[in-house]
């Protein structure tokens, strides 16, 4: 039936998928990747990750995690659980990804403040899981 043609599949894909942190200044380094995987289902993708930071150093502004499989066309929001910081003050690390971009921003947030300031409380050891979505 007709009917039946529009609620097929036509674009399904999984794969995996390498993050890589960039900091405003310093350096995140030695990252275990546990695993980074996606889901893409038409133009929605779905992506995780688990990610060690094993070695870092003098970190400070942004933290930005690149390496998404693919170029987004809509922001998309970003679950963070975060163990292993430096104090965040009552921040909650939380994320979006950038229109345009293979890339996502963690940051921190606390009653409608924002603080591009994630990359100073990485320490080593510090772990992330990351479940988001956007667009393509």
């Keep these: 039936a007709a009917s039946a043609d529009a609620n097929n599949l036509d674009d399904y894909e999984e794969g995996t998928w390498t993050p890589a942190f960039t900091l405003g200044s ?16 038409g133009r929605q993708v779905y992506f995780t990750a688990r990610i060690v930071v094993g070695a870092i150093s003098s970190p400070s502004g942004s933290c930005v995690i690149s390496g998404l499989p693919f170029t987004a066309q809509t922001f998309g929001p970003l679950a963070i659980t975060c163990t292993g910081l430096a104090d965040t003050d009552d921040y909650i690390p939380q994320g979006v990804v950038e229109v345009g971009e293979t890339f996502a921003y963690l940051r921190l947030f606390r009653d409608g403040d924002e603080a591009n300031t994630m990359a100073a409380k990485l320490q080593v050891s510090s772990a992330f899981i990351i479940n988001g979505m956007y667009n393509v």
């Design 26 to 41: 310093g350096t995140a380094d030695s990252l275990t990747i546990q695993y980074a995987q996606y889901t893409k289902v």
